[in-house]
């Protein structure tokens, strides 16, 4: 009896049996009908009603425990998917960067030497893959964002370390002031992380705007495989502005 109690807790097997049920009620039944014409002869054909409305009746069955398992296969996933946004939502507002420790590496520094020891601490505390720090300069009315830092950065020989406004991703930044997120690398960035496992493209591009009084005075970009909460995004923006004063 026990087993029997167990069986029936498991829905999956339950809608098992009465497929089965309903499958072999079917082959029956063709049967019963085919033989149908000589027991109408004979007078009786009992057997044959009480198999066609048996196997009509487990099909009946069968097909409300298929959709009763397809509904709780359904909310699971649903539950599962909801799970897994609660808890992505729980670490993006976990993850934070401590303003402290960049300070203190950044505190004895100074000139270019400081952008670059604030580059790799920022980096490493936004877990990034690649980062780089540009200084925009002007000529007349000529905006150009030249590489001053980078982390783990690799440049191809011949290429160009310096964006006018306007020119690729950091000019565009710089002619309009405002930060850039993609989660979705636009066709030709060939920038690659390089790691122990080899190259690999980036999945996330956050490009800001670094300003004082208003005005941009240089370019943060970072690049990363996962992605950076808005709220941190803020305060690596805030964190890299401190550099500008350094130079």
């Known amino acids: ?9 498991e829905p999956q097997k339950v809608s098992m049996l009465l497929a089965v049920l309903f499958f072999g009620g079917i082959l029956f039944s063709a049967y019963q009908l085919f033989t149908l014409t000589s027991k109408l002869t004979g007078g009786s054909y009992d057997a044959t009603f009480v198999t066609v409305a048996l196997t009509f009746v487990i099909g009946v069955l069968a097909i409300h425990q298929a959709f009763r398992i397809r509904r709780e296969v359904v909310v699971f996933k649903e539950k599962q998917t909801t799970d897994a946004q609660e808890q992505a939502t729980k670490a993006e507002q976990a993850f934070t960067i401590d303003l402290n420790t960049f300070k203190n590496d950044i505190k004895n520094e100074k000139g270019i030497k400081a952008w670059q020891v604030g580059l790799n601490s920022l980096c490493q505390l936004l877990q990034a893959g690649q980062g780089a720090l540009y200084q925009v300069k002007s000529a007349g009315k000529t905006k150009t964002a030249e590489l001053t830092a980078g982390f783990a950065l ?73 992605h950076l909460p808005e709220q941190v995004r803020k305060q690596a923006e805030e964190m890299a502005t401190l550099l500008i004063d350094k130079i």
């Open 1 to 9: 009896m026990e087993r029997i109690t167990q069986f029936l807790k």
């Open 154 to 226: 690799l440049l191809a020989e011949g290429k160009n370390a310096s964006y006018q406004s306007g020119e690729g991703l950091i000019g565009q930044v710089v002619a309009s002031g405002k930060s850039i997120y993609l989660d979705e690398l636009p066709e030709g960035y060939q920038q690659q992380i390089v790691s122990g496992l080899g190259k690999a493209a980036p999945k996330y591009i956050f490009i800001s705007a670094l300003k004082k009084e208003n005005e941009t005075k240089a370019i943060l970009e970072i690049a990363t495989f996962a």
